[in-house]
């Protein structure tokens, strides 16, 4: 199969060179003289490999850079430049470039790079390793390495933290490590930062102790506490207030903690996994997140695939969730055929696996007959479209506002218009989401009317 590469460059001859050369190296070629125009490209399909202009006319290829790494963020991506520094190319390397040409291009050097950069990025050849459980379903590359990442991360008592989109899988990821660790038999307790009010998060977290009439004051255990010998799971880390990092990091630091109203410290063995879905170096730079609670954190750093960048899992996942639906509704037998396989893998999950299992358990409802066709699978993806428009455009922050709303209405339909179901199928906090319903402008009512 033709390895496919990407041209992005303002200069018409320049495109037209390196076709040329590609081309008689056996590559496919596509080249796009604006960065809307490569973005565009990029949600429809990924290339082997991404030149691309330091400038392309006014736009800066830098940032052209970040949006590619947004999408696809193992994607190799060499810069091409005429005037090259120093400090460019290591700005470019930070962002995720695998390498950087200056012009005029030498042939032999341009196909040299585009060789070295493909070949590493292929498949890394693990050494053989067994999860006790694996309930991480895939076996493409980059999900077979978070495997591996688990496997290492579970040999150890080290903090992680794990990255990745909506949708991507970072509670289950989280939950492998501890039941693959020593702490397997002691307790899992899973703690969402952006569950509660603040007022209330720091009793949940460090407990509460309460003066009552007798000698003994009244004890709520909190959620660090209850995970003792165990893991603690702080997912959405990052919405905690500056006051609770700074607390977070003292017990980390210290070992024990202060329950509000206490007077005592209470030592703790606790393993820390934190997750989110922000961009922490965003978040820190702009001062929403302690530098200090990030280092502390990131012992083991781990980086979860979105779905986009592992389709070849997209046929397992969905007989997975087909058999799960099926089963938990009390359906009769269905199965997606080839077509409608085609048609799944083709599309640009901006909800990553949770948006999948949406939409399977849909399908498996309203899909009449034994049997899901391509053009069920177009259906019922229609509510995605404007999302998948705004992805086309490049606006990927408001093309996953969209997503976001429009999964919930649809979950909040499936329900009923049920809030407390709807919380437990989305797997978040009913506080949390009547937040969400506010902020995404979301009516139950006219839900339910409609």
């Known amino acids: 199969m033709q390895k496919l590469i990407y041209i992005l460059d303002d200069e018409k001859e320049i495109r037209k060179t390196l076709r040329v050369i590609l081309e008689d190296e056996e590559y496919s070629v596509e080249d796009f003289s604006s960065g809307k125009s490569l973005i565009k490209a990029l949600t429809k399909e990924r290339p082997s490999l991404v030149l691309l202009d330091v400038w392309v006319g006014k736009e800066d290829g830098l940032t052209i850079l970040d949006e590619c790494k947004k999408l696809y963020p193992s994607l190799p991506i060499v810069m091409i430049s005429g005037h090259g520094t120093i400090e460019l190319a290591v700005n470019a390397t930070k962002k995720g470039a695998v390498d950087f040409l200056e012009k005029p291009l030498s042939i032999e050097k341009v196909i040299q ?44 008592n080290a903090r992680v933290f ?35 009010p603040e007022e209330s998060l720091e009793q949940e977290l460090f407990g509460l102790e309460l ?23 702080l997912d959405e880390i ?19 903690l202060e ?20 961009n922490v170096e965003d978040a820190i730079r702009e001062g929403k997140f302690r530098e200090d609670l990030f280092y502390a954190l990131n012992v083991i750093p781990l980086e979860l695939p979105p779905l986009r960048e592992r389709n070849q899992d997209i046929p397992l996942l969905a007989e997975y969730y087909l058999k799960k ?41 309203l899909v009449p007959g034994d049997t899901i066709k391509a053009k069920d699978v177009k259906e019922a993806l229609h509510g995605f479209k404007r999302a998948n428009e705004m992805v086309a455009r490049g606006d990927l922050k408001h093309a996953k506002e969209e997503f976001e709303r429009q999964y919930i209405i649809k979950t909040l339909q499936i329900c009923e218009g049920n809030v407390t179901r709807t919380s437990k199928a989305l797997g978040i906090e009913r506080t949390h989401l009547y937040r969400k319903l506010r902020s995404l402008n979301i009516s139950v009512d006219q839900l339910i009317e409609g």
Do not use: M
């Open 238 to 256: 990052c919405d905690l207030s500056l006051a609770l990092q700074s607390k977070v990091l003292k017990v980390i630091l210290d070992q024990k």
């Open 325 to 365: 639906s099926i089963s938990e509704n009390h359906l009769s037998q269905k199965t997606i055929d080839r077509d409608g396989l085609d048609a799944l893998s083709s599309h640009f999950w901006p909800g990553n696996v949770r948006e999948l299992t949406n939409i399977i358990e849909r399908l498996s409802i």
């Open 211 to 233: 003066a009552s009439q007798t000698d003994s004051p009244e004890i709520r255990i909190g959620k660090w506490e209850q995970a003792q010998n165990g893991t603690l799971f």
């Open 162 to 196: 794990i990255y990745g989109e909506n949708g991507t899988g970072k509670e289950l990821t989280a939950r492998a490590i501890h039941q693959n660790s020593k702490r397997k038999n002691e307790p899992y307790i899973e703690f969402n930062c952006a569950s509660l």
């Open 259 to 278: 329950r509000v109203g206490g007077k005592e410290f209470i030592p703790v063995d606790v393993r820390i996994i934190a997750a989110t879905n922000s």
């Open 113 to 156: 790079t585009i060789e070295s950069s493909i070949e590493k990025t292929k498949e890394v050849h693990f050494p053989n390793f067994k999860l006790d459980v694996d309930e991480i379903l895939g076996v493409s590359p980059s999900i077979t390495r978070v495997k591996f990442a688990v496997f290492q991360a579970a040999e150890t």
